[in-house]
């Protein structure tokens, strides 16, 4: 499956942005979707994920309340609606897909990955 990210952008802080991941070459709904993100100088970081279903979700602790993982299997598409956003959000954002594991946030049972959409927020 080939994945492709966007809605990245400069915003305030406090604003909104959604992020889109659309699918291609597989069926969508075979595959677990998440989010990570990687701001410069650190490590890759596990945001949210949602079932092949859209049925369960999981986020990283500290952005639950403000980050929504959503998808449209329909539509072969996965989005992530952040709201509220903080300076230290800032990072690439990207989506990946798996199909081997259960629901999760490790980084290595991701199999394919999209490249990332930068999310800049100003304060």
């Known amino acids: 499956v080939q994945l492709q990210a966007s809605g990245g952008g400069l915003v305030q802080a406090g604003d909104s942005l959604r992020l889109s991941c659309e699918a291609s070459g597989r069926t969508f709904s075979r595959y677990h979707m998440g989010w990570f993100r990687q701001a410069p100088g650190k490590e890759r970081e596990f945001v949210a994920a949602?079932?092949?279903?859209?049925?369960?979700?999981y986020y990283q602790d500290s952005l639950k309340g403000r980050f929504t993982i959503s998808r449209e299997n329909a539509k072969n598409t996965a989005y992530l609606q952040m709201n509220s956003l903080e300076p230290e959000d800032t990072a690439d954002y990207y989506c990946?897909?798996?199909?081997?594991?259960?629901?999760?946030?490790?980084?290595?049972?991701?199999?394919?990955w999209g490249r990332g959409t930068l999310v800049t927020v100003s304060s």
């Open positions: 949602i079932d092949r279903w859209g049925d369960r979700t």
């Open positions: 990946a897909a798996d199909d081997l594991y259960e629901l999760g946030s490790n980084v290595r049972a991701y199999t394919y």
